[in-house]
């Protein structure tokens, strides 16, 4: 076999351990934990489907990619709860670490390709990482709305923390901003997320 599609297929195989990685998020209907690869998946189809709720002009090819590998890190680096301070203060390194180690399973090429798309997502300078960003946010949102904040109430998670994490919603989507702060309201006023 070619040395190239050895590469290839090598990585994979690899990223099928992201289906292993568990997410404090459960799916819709309270469902089990999500996994990184369950995440990733939905929130490329999101990024399709809200294309037109963007704030700039993207190439949503680029912002589908972005959405399927940003957390194929997390195979080495583990899953960061979005609300645990402590583990967010080790979290880039971790990562850093990880994307070389499971990136440099690919020809130099596709390394090269990968890991500069993952910094990109990393920081939210372009249309299409602001607007994967906003995927991000919303995509847990939705699930946890769909469990009555379930994961919220678990993590004693207050608004202001969920309303720091969604303010950068509104740097790839004011419409899609106004629609979480929707549902944040409305959570709080369940008392299922402290003030």
Known sequence: MDERLKKQLDFALEIDKEKNIFRQTHLSGHGRNEN????????AIMA???????????????????????????IEAGDTYAYDAENLK?????ED??????????????KDEFIALFDEFEEYQTPEARFAHAMDNLQPLLLNNSNNGGDWKEHQVTAKQVYERQSKTKLGSQTLFEVSDHIIQSHIKKGNLKE
């Not at 990184?36 to 929130?43: F, G, I, K, T």
């Not at 294309?51 to 997390?74: A, F, G, Q, T």
């Not at 994307?99 to 596709?110: M, N, T, V, W």
Request: net charge negative.
């Open 97 to 110: 670490a990880a994307k070389e180690k499971l990136y440099s399973i690919l020809p130099k090429d596709q």
């Open 48 to 74: 399709y489907l809200l294309r037109e709720y963007s704030n700039e002009e993207i190439d949503i090819s680029k912002v589908m990619l972005m959405c399927l590998i940003h957390d194929i890190v997390e």
């Open 90 to 94: 080790s979290q880039k390194a971790r």
């Open 36 to 43: 990184d690869a369950e995440h990733a998946w939905h929130m």
